[in-house]
């Protein structure tokens, strides 16, 4: 996972300086099959929506709880642990090989993760209050990956997702959900034009393809390599916010 390191040491501030306002907790009730990260809600409501955080491969849940300082009040931020793990405070959905110089998946690993982030949404609600009509998930690289594969296998389980440096796996393509069931499905799509590790063309590809499913996805592009800039993240925070209006 690469994160501009400026960027970095200021959410790594923030996080420093939020921390006796919202409360970051290990998930150790253990009714849920992921551990993770909780920023509870600054602006307290009733059901408050939901944004679940998924990292890249290799990266953990701390790397995106960095943007949690920054991300709507309203919302209960939640960042989640990849089930497999590669190393210390490294960990991951699926294997992926690139030495073809394509990605190549272990795809009974893929499909394993998807089916536990669908139960880990059900389950959270035994720990955490949200509204489950607003629920969206957030990720980078294979983080995004996961993404549009829950939405758009079960999109009666998220409002939205964002989509940061992803592909979209055409290993998903035949489970996906009709039209119908994802009319009303938002998506945000942001990657970098010289990211080489997954390339930009995957981001215009997933573009097209959801457009043929009468879908309309917010796409951004950037002048940037496989990484977050603070033009990236500011561009997620306002779609987050405007679509949770």
């Known amino acids: 996972m690469s994160l501009k390191k400026p960027f970095w040491i200021a959410f790594a501030i923030l996080i420093t300086i939020s921390i006796l306002s919202f409360t970051i907790m290990n998930s150790t009730k253990e009714k849920t099959k992921l551990h993770y990260l909780i920023r509870e809600p600054k602006i307290k409501t009733a059901n408050p929506p939901l944004v679940i955080l998924l990292h890249g491969v290799g990266g953990n849940e ?32 699926f294997q992926v090989d690139f030495s073809t110089g394509k990605p190549q998946i272990n795809a009974e690993q893929a499909e ?9 949404i059900t389950d959270l609600k035994s720990e955490i209050n949200f509204n489950s009509d607003e629920v969206y998930l957030m990720g980078f690289s294979q ?6 594969s829950v939405a758009l296998t079960a999109p009666e389980k998220v409002k939205g997702i964002a989509v940061m440096s992803g592909r979209l796996l055409p290993e998903i393509k035949p489970f996906m959900a009709d039209e119908k069931r994802l009319e009303k499905l938002k998506i945000f799509i942001s990657h970098g034009k010289q990211d080489a590790v997954l390339n930009y063309q995957y981001a215009i590809d997933a573009t097209d393809f959801l457009k043929t499913k009468n879908l309309n996805p ?12 603070r033009q990236m993240f500011d561009d997620v925070n306002l779609w987050l916010k405007n679509n949770n209006r």
Request: aromatic share 16%; hydrophobic share 40%; charged share 15%.
């Open 62 to 93: 701390q790397n995106l709880f960095s943007f949690a300082p920054e991300l709507p009040d309203n919302f209960v931020v939640v960042s989640a642990r990849g089930p497999l793990t590669f190393g210390p405070n490294s960990f991951a959905w």
């Open 112 to 120: 394993n993760s998807r089916l536990m982030l669908i139960d880990f």
């Open 143 to 148: 983080g995004g990956i996961m993404s549009y």
């Open 218 to 229: 917010d796409f951004h592009s950037y002048e940037e390599g496989h990484t977050v800039n």
